[in-house]
């Protein structure tokens, strides 16, 4: 394992696979624009917290975004000591081109590579013949992580098990570094002895789980029993759905999900996404429960302090929950009449917290096998980190667009003609550069206005179609 030897008086770089900075404060529109939460939102709550635990006053953390750039790998070299990637499910067929563009930069790269709470999924069974097919980009991608590194941290049996098997050693399972927001400390506290009417309850989950898992019934039992029942969605499709009422993607046509525009619980305003997990975890603290498919939903209730329950449907959620002992349920085994409040009286915290810091304590050695300094035992705790983020001002969650109020309209249209205004510029310029290399005179200007609306023609027919 090889690296620059930069100097020691500076300190270290570190360089984090994640959508963006924890410290960048992003508009809902650009956020949605750029897909800063790459796909989904909980990816933000473990990349953020990877940033948080590695930033020292020996060590400065900067984010690299979420896409691949092999012809970077020299500049990385150069200026990093180390590139860190915190991956999720990366080892499913769907992510395969994206692993095999990540091997090939980390190829090229002659600093240490250190890979966090990776994990591969397959169905409740365990069972990974449905990964044979990607077995030669894994062996590459995990090869390459091996060569540069001490070990592959992954996030629970499942994936140890999976990797070994492929003829891996160097394997630890080390969870996901969400849950060590706060380092060792994990408070989770049942405020009320029971829910009722009254209970505020955050429910959240995929739209494979909505469409074919069941969750549908369950939410829309929910709903009709709690008053204050709030579904926290975390794809870029369902918050494009709230903000834009946009309904092009696929998942536009999954009409039980809570976050499409004819559900009864967008009518009402009892739906969410947010774009940083700093508001999504802030929000969560005012909750008596937060339930549903998602892991890292659930885990951003457990960070607030808020029980939760999570309904696994696969590998990455169940095998997480074992690791982590957090309250949980198969959801194909849930009973027709599923109330959240039987899940709040059997849910058990204790597992969860009293095994907290020997877990902490297994994930920092690991990240000092690495070469890995972390903010609770080399820095101030992440004192720091917590302060700066508390003087910046993040959006709130995305509510459903249920009003064509003027502010409300004059912020998106606002944004949609500053769009309108970098298309223009980006249209002269390419003309320009166009001419030149056919060296003839200027080309007519396409019109702005036909390329803006390919690009921004549809949220605004759609708002206008939709407002009320």
């Not at 150069?78 to 990366?90: G, I, M, R, S, T």
């Not at 002269?428 to 550069?433: A, M, P, V």
């Not at 166009?434 to 005179?441: E, H, I, N, T, Y």
Request: proline content about 5%; aromatic content about 8%.
């Amino acid at each position: 394992m090889s690296h620059n030897v930069h100097d020691v008086r500076r300190g270290k770089r570190l360089l984090v696979r994640s959508g963006k900075s924890p410290y960048d404060v992003v508009s809902v529109e650009e956020s949605l624009h750029r897909d800063v939460i790459a796909t989904n939102s909980g990816n933000l709550i473990f990349s953020d917290a990877t940033h948080k635990i590695l930033e020292t006053p020996h060590t400065e953390v900067v984010s690299n975004g979420i896409r691949t750039d092999v012809s970077a790998a020299g500049r990385i070299n150069e200026e990093y000591d180390a590139f860190v990637v915190p991956l999720a499910n990366a080892f499913r067929p769907s992510f395969e081109g994206q692993l095999k563009r990540l091997t090939r930069l980390i190829g090229k790269l002659r600093i240490p590579v250190v890979v966090v709470g990776v994990g591969a999924q397959a169905g409740l069974g365990y069972n990974a013949a449905r990964l044979k097919g990607i077995e030669p980009a894994v062996r590459e991608f995990v090869s390459a992580v091996l060569d540069r590194s001490a070990s592959i941290g992954v996030r629970g049996e499942f994936t140890e098990k999976y990797l070994k098997d492929l003829g891996f050693r160097d394997v630890e399972v080390i969870g996901c570094p969400s849950l060590f927001l706060y380092g060792k400390e994990l408070t989770v506290t049942k405020r009320e002895p029971a829910l009722g009417a009254g209970s505020r309850i955050a429910v959240n989950g995929s739209h494979s789980a909505v469409k074919s898992q069941g969750l549908d019934r369950v939410i829309d039992r929910a709903h009709a029993r709690y008053p204050h029942l709030r579904f926290i969605g975390q794809n870029i499709s369902d918050a494009r759905q709230l903000h834009w009422r946009d309904l092009s993607d696929p998942n536009g046509q999954v009409t039980a999900m809570p976050t499409h525009p004819e559900h009864p619980m967008y009518r009402e305003d009892k739906v969410r996404v947010y774009v940083d997990p700093v508001t999504w975890i802030d929000d969560l603290r005012g909750f008596d429960f937060s339930f549903g498919s998602r892991i890292h939903g659930n885990i951003a209730a457990l960070l607030a302090g808020t029980p939760a329950t999570v309904l696994c449907g696969d590998s990455r959620t169940l095998e997480l929950c074992r690791y982590f002992d957090i309250p949980h349920r198969r959801i194909d085994k849930l009973p027709e009449d599923l109330d959240p409040a039987s899940l709040y009286e059997e849910a058990d915290f204790g597992a969860l917290m009293s095994g907290h810091h020997e877990r902490f304590e297994r994930f920092t050695a690991f990240l000092d096998r690495n070469g890995l300094e972390n903010t609770f035992t080399h820095g101030d705790g992440g004192a720091a980190f917590d302060e700066r983020m508390r003087s910046l001002a993040f959006p709130a969650g995305v509510r459903p667009w249920n009003d064509a109020d003027l502010t409300s309209l004059t912020t998106r249209f606002g944004w949609l003609q500053s769009r309108i205004g970098e298309l223009a510029l980006d249209n002269d310029r390419l003309r320009r550069e166009l001419s030149r290399a056919k060296g003839g005179p200027a080309l007519p200007a396409t019109s702005v206005y036909r390329r803006a609306r390919r690009v921004v023609g549809g949220p605004i027919r759609r708002a206008l179609q939709s407002g009320r």
